[in-house]
């Protein structure tokens, strides 16, 4: 027994003095609370050039951690293990963090450049007067194509996605709203529709659409794409701008029905330690030379007006990026459906994957 305490004692110590050390070590590096920014955002989403510069500039260590999805950040946020200082959620996930209480109000008072911020995309019904969110870039959904291989189509609307040609040259984005959406687009309903017969018609539609259907995948969308594995693709703006970077025979449209205007946004989570860092970032990010910096490395669309001055004329002048207002008008921001409606989404989404096995 006297040997057992013995060896407690000694794992005990040993523990002890390793926390201590590690503690020790941090602050003496400069990594304590105070001056430590952890960010959590989604992975290859911000020019790490422009972390190094914020570092230089404020003397604060930036930890950089990321997530693939909407859900598994707020479950991890929502689990309040580890600290998070800044995160990018989209605009439905925000609406359901605030009803969570898992963010915290900003002060807009420290984000004096968030007058560059265009009017177009401020307070808009999922934040509104961005009491908890800043917007860090925005974008469409719609359909990436190789004129060689699709003849006559032009996708200027959804329909031609069912059209015979097309067997086995699709490729679609593993979402459930981003599918479903394009099913209720397709019939002129909203993507955000909750009524029963209009679901179950729009699935009913998708379902005709499975010979066409190629596969249903995730990031690798962009690499088959650009491979020209497939002849055409339902995509996020910003991958569609990637994607054309690496093949410039592809093109890439919203269809007339409309889809969705999507948005990132920055906030503060409810686990941040350190909430002056995180003001300080969000601000640092929103000064127009960074936000357009950070435009050409992301590929996204800003919606920092006075950085799109700055950005080149052949980017800033792409209306499949950055649409006029006749087209944004027809575009939908996703609403929150809350936990249920979502689930059903999810449910017939995954009868059309199964479907399509």
Do not use: C
């Amino acid at each position: 027994m006297t040997q057992l305490v013995r060896m407690f004692v000694i794992v005990f110590v040993v523990s002890f003095g390793l926390i201590y050390l590690t503690s020790y070590l941090n602050d003496s590096e400069g990594y304590s609370g105070s001056n430590t920014l952890t960010i959590y955002n989604w992975g290859d989403y911000v020019d790490p050039e422009l972390l190094d510069r914020f570092e230089d500039e404020t003397g604060i260590k930036v930890i950089y951690q990321t997530f693939d999805s909407n859900e598994a950040m707020m479950t991890k946020i929502g689990q309040g293990g580890t600290t998070f200082d800044v995160s990018i959620p989209s605009e439905y996930a925000i609406s359901k963090m605030k009803e969570d209480g898992l963010l915290l109000k900003l002060d807009h008072s420290k984000l004096p450049n968030l007058k560059y911020i265009d009017s177009r995309f401020m307070n808009l019904s999922f934040d509104p007067d961005n009491a908890y969110s800043i917007p860090y870039f925005w974008g469409t959904v719609g359909i990436v194509f190789n004129p060689e291989l699709v003849g006559d189509l032009t996708f200027s609307s959804w329909n031609d996605l069912w059209d015979k040609s097309l067997r086995n040259q699709i490729l679609l984005l593993d979402g459930a709203r981003e599918v479903m959406g394009m099913g209720l687009n397709s019939l002129g309903y909203s993507l955000n529709d909750t009524e029963e017969a209009h679901l179950q018609e729009a699935k009913a539609k998708l379902l005709q659409m499975t010979p066409n259907v190629k596969a249903i995948v995730g990031d690798e969308i962009k690499m088959l794409l650009a491979n020209e594995e497939a002849a055409v693709g339902l995509v996020w703006s910003g991958d569609a701008s990637e994607i054309m970077d690496e093949n410039d025979k592809l093109d890439y449209i919203v269809p007339e029905e409309g889809s969705n205007l999507w948005f990132d946004n920055m906030v503060i989570p409810k686990t941040a330690k350190n909430i002056e860092g995180a003001h300080q970032f969000i601000n640092f990010m929103l000064d127009p030379e960074v936000a357009a910096q950070n435009a050409e490395y992301v590929g996204y669309s800003t919606p920092n007006e006075a950085a799109l001055a700055l950005l080149p004329e052949e980017i800033a002048t792409d209306e499949r990026f950055y649409p006029d207002e006749e087209l944004t008008e027809r575009l939908e921001v996703y609403d929150n459906l809350g936990k249920r409606m979502l689930a059903h989404y999810n449910e017939l989404f995954l009868e059309f994957k199964m479907h399509k096995k």
